[in-house]
């Protein structure tokens, strides 16, 4: 089955300042790639994602990367704001009604 | 915060009672899932359903048992047989047609002690 790394499990950086999170993917089928952001106390909600015929995708100030040959994909963010603070979660699936596989999360911090 | 509920939002039960978790979507989604989230180690698959009457074991899906009798409706109950069951329990729905996000619910926690 699908297993997905995700790195780092905490990141703290300044207002302002970027933050990149990385995770890598094991199953070549898996071609759908979502983010998702959870706020103390909230449920997750979907940020960004990308299917496997894109190589990036933005959003403001997030950008999502993937690179297929690598199986691994990145989330950005620039101009980091305290309301960045959050678990963020990458997820691989094949799309469809099929298994979503998520990350361990990331926890940032923006420090203002 | 409509569309996708679950209840209650806390629930605890002493050790070898069965628990049943409620989730209810009002969105029409075909699918729904079931996760369970422990501290570092993310959203784990239970079981997930694609379809009314039908349901597919997840990666973590001993303890558990799910029924889809009703398209609205995807409960989870968990059972004396799971070794660990304290956590904080997500469900999920989505469409799956063209549009693959998951809305979540907003979870329970159950506290077995």
């Known amino acids: 089955g699908e297993n997905v790394e995700q790195h780092p499990s905490t990141l703290s950086v300044q207002e302002g300042d970027s933050a990149v999170i990385k995770c890598t993917y094991s199953?070549?089928?898996?071609?759908?790639f979502p983010w998702y952001k959870q706020e103390l106390g909230k449920r997750p909600q979907l940020i960004i994602d990308?299917?496997?015929?894109?190589g990036e995708k933005k959003d403001q100030r997030i950008a999502v990367t993937l690179n297929k040959t690598a199986k691994h994909f990145s989330l950005h963010i620039t101009e980091t704001q305290p309301e960045d603070s959050a678990v963020y979660f990458c997820?691989?699936?094949?799309?469809?009604?099929?298994?979503?596989?998520f990350g361990t999360g990331t926890k940032l911090q923006v420090i203002p | 915060d409509g569309g996708i509920t679950q209840s209650p939002k806390y629930l605890f039960r002493k050790e070898g009672q069965n628990v049943t978790l409620s989730c209810e979507q009002n969105?029409?989604?075909?699918?729904m899932y079931w996760y369970r989230q422990d501290p570092g180690q993310g959203l784990r698959l239970i079981y997930y359903?694609?379809?009314?009457?039908?349901?597919q074991k997840g990666d973590i899906a001993e303890g558990y048992s799910v029924s889809r009798e009703k398209k609205e409706s995807f409960p989870l109950t968990v059972t004396s047989a799971q070794k660990n069951p304290t956590a904080f329990y997500l469900c999920?729905?989505?469409?799956?047609?063209?549009?693959?996000?998951?809305?979540f619910g907003p979870g329970t926690r159950l506290t077995v002690t």
């Open positions: 359903s694609q379809i009314v009457n039908d349901f």
């Open positions: 999920a729905s989505s469409t799956g047609q063209g549009h693959y996000e998951q809305y």
């Open positions: 969105l029409n989604h075909d699918a």
């Open positions: 199953d070549s089928a898996s071609n759908y």
């Open positions: 990308i299917r496997s015929n894109v």
């Open positions: 997820a691989a699936s094949e799309g469809g009604y099929q298994k979503v596989t």
